[in-house]
Nanobody
Framework: VQLQASGGGLVQAGGYLRLSCAAS????????MGWYRQAPGKQRELVAQ???????NYANSVKGRFTISRANALHTVYLQMNSLKPEDTAVYYC??????????????WGQGTQVTVSS
């Protein structure tokens, strides 16, 4: 299963961006999709996750500013990022977990997309 992320870029503080990530391949089902980020010199951290029943989980640092959503039929996850701060600057990676055909669990990462927020 492959993940293709898009939507990163350079934005001023207070601005917004929308990330998208589409999964492709022999997918039977996707249980959870999420976004992680890694800033220079820091560990990769969970930003937001959404399950197949649309339950969501957010890092405290982005609650109220970021919204994760998914289009199940398209195997796509979105991250709407509002009120961006310089500390949101990082490479953002999408992740998906589920079942691929023929009947094997998968966990895949996208290639990463750079988000830079200027002050």
């Amino acid at each position: 299963v492959q993940l293709q992320a898009s939507g990163g870029g350079l934005v001023q503080a207070g601005g917004y961006l929308r990330l998208s990530c589409a999964a492709s391949g022999s997918i039977f089902s996707i249980n959870a999709m999420g976004w992680y980020r890694q800033a220079p010199g820091k560990q990769r951290e969970l930003v937001a996750q959404i399950t197949s029943d649309s339950s969501t989980n957010y890092a405290n640092s982005v609650k109220g500013r970021f919204t994760i959503s998914r289009a199940n039929a398209l195997h796509t996850v979105y991250l709407q990022m509002n009120s961006l701060k310089p500390e949101d600057t990082a490479v953002y990676y999408c992740n998906a977990k589920g079942i691929a055909m023929p009947w094997a669990d998968f966990g895949s990462w996208g290639q990463g997309t750079q988000v830079t927020v200027s002050s």
